[in-house]
């Protein structure tokens, strides 16, 4: 257990840090490139961004060793510390200090995430039974979903459009873990089975897109107001998907579906204070001219 709570804690590192390089590489790219391939065109040739890639990489290592040791349960509620890390890193990166309202906004979202998570604990369920009706709604909601959000995110502006972008992002992400898991599941009947199955490519395609949706929200904002929305967003649809279509069962009955909605309610509050926050909007404008 100790090493699956260290190597949890090592994941949620390296996320943080290449959530902010990411951050740093993609916010200094023109406006007009958000939502365009040419936006990961020239990130692939930016090596900050290239070693922020590296680092999440890293940290998937990380998770993935913490997962041999630990239940998901536990590491997953461990990852999300990546806020912590990741919020004053940004503003110390922009030369810039959190305030109560800022440091209130960030451990609101990554606490109401861990409160969500363990008292949830989402377990069990069987990808392979979901037909291709349910798939259909998938698909469906989620291509919805992403439309409201990105139809939302162009009458916005600061921080509030990062997080709308942000938000199909999350949905983006959450749909492919979900493909990952009948991906995964196709993959225990052999190579072939995988190859011959629509999912798998699927699952290419989402994490082009969700890449691509993630670095716009980048580069539409600070980090504050892109990492949480998709950090929250990301669970909450796989968890959704998992429940209603594939089986997975989560934990209900009081206390635990009060500690579930008091989580969820801290992170809407989280991402609310950090959105209409001075100090996160200033965060914006500073990448423009550099660290002073």
Known sequence: MPIAVLASLAAAVCFAVAGVLQQWAAGGRPDEEALSPRLLGHLVREPLWLCGIGLAVVAYGFQSLALAFGPLSLVQPLIVAELVFAVPLSARLHRMRLGGREWFGTLAVAVGLALA??????????PESAGALSWLLILGATTALVAAALTAARLLTGPWRASATALAAGAVMGTQSVLLAATVERLRHGLGSA??????????????????????????GPLAASMTVIDATEPVVAVTVGTTVFGEAIRTGWPVSA???????????????????????????RRAAGPA
Do not use: E, K, N
Not at 200 to 216: C, H, K, N, P, R
């Open 117 to 126: 998570l363990l008292s949830a604990r989402p377990h069990g369920g069987r």
């Open 195 to 220: 190859l011959s199955a629509w999912q798998t490519y699927a699952l290419v395609a989402a994490s082009v897109v969700g890449l691509l949706l993630i670095q716009s929200a980048f580069q539409q």
């Open 259 to 285: 500690v579930t909605v008091t989580g969820l309610a801290l992170v809407a509050a989280g991402i609310v204070s950090l959105d209409s926050s001075p100090v996160i909007a200033a965060l914006r404008g």
